[in-house]
T-cell receptor, first 113, second 113 residues
Framework: DSGVTQTPKHLITATGQRVTLRCSPR?????VYWYQQSLDQGLQFLIQ???????AKGNILERFSAQQFPDLHSELNLSSLELGDSALYFC????????????FGPGTRLTVL | AQTVTQSQPEMSVQEAETVTLSCTYD???????LFWYKQPPSRQMILVIR??????QNATENRFSVNFQKAAKSFSLKISDSQLGDTAMYFC??????????FGTGTQLKVEL
């Protein structure tokens, strides 16, 4: 158990819908990262927050947005869902610093029908 | 651009034998950190081992060790005394300046009786 929690574990929805994925980092970790794992794109970095502020952005679609709240939990919002958004979404957290060892949550499996 | 290449999509090894997974990477940075992550069928991402680029000594964690060749930008993972529980997808990854992890495409390792 990495100490990072993600809810829900599984999500099945229809095209055009909007969903919210939630992540709680390890106690003491200020950084939260979101990654997408799909069959065709592999593991891709989406976005990073550090202590409530957006720190880095990767290949995140404009239909996707995220935020980190004062209690440091984070939410990833996916809207106007398409079939291609079906993937495993991971949240990771780290204490920060140069080494930045990241600990991953169990992931949320999103299926768009 | 920063890239990670894992040229072996699949490998198999007999239980108790030794196997080496290859990884090469490309970055213009001189200071970075390298990781191997394991993803078993449960899909959880588990950190196996890490290596700081400024350290010449190869990292070791129990049965797992790396062969880090900085000049060649090579970072292979050796698993000794392979066990059935080592069956998983293995991802090579690196971090520059404490930001996102850049992952390779993974090597599916199967440990056989």
């Amino acid at each position: 158990d990495s100490g990072v929690t993600q809810t829900p574990k599984h999500l099945i929805t229809a095209t055009g819908q909007r969903v919210t994925l939630r992540c709680s980092p390890r106690s003491g970790d200020l950084s939260v990262y979101w990654y997408q794992q799909s069959l065709d794109q592999g593991l891709q970095f989406l976005i990073q927050y550090y202590n409530g502020e957006e720190r880095a952005k990767g290949n995140i679609l404009e239909r996707f947005s995220a935020q980190q709240f004062p209690d440091l939990h984070s939410e990833l919002n996916l809207s106007s869902l398409e079939l291609g958004d079906s993937a495993l979404y991971f949240c990771a957290s780290s204490v920060g610093g140069p080494i930045n060892e990241q600990f991953f949550g169990p992931g949320t499996r999103l299926t768009v029908l | 651009a920063q890239t990670v290449t894992q040229s072996q999509p699949e490998m198999s090894v007999q239980e108790a034998e030794t196997v080496t997974l290859s990884c090469t990477y490309d970055t213009s940075e001189s200071n970075y950190y390298l990781f191997w992550y394991k993803q078993p069928p449960s899909r959880q991402m588990i950190l196996v081992i890490r290596q700081e680029a400024y350290k010449q000594q190869n990292a070791t964690e129990n049965r797992f060790s790396v062969n880090f060749q900085k000049a060649a930008k090579s970072f292979s993972l050796k698993i000794s005394d392979s066990q059935l529980g080592d069956t998983a997808m293995y991802f090579c990854a690196f971090i520059v300046r404490g930001n996102k992890l850049t992952f390779g495409t993974g090597t599916q390792l199967k440990v056989e009786l």
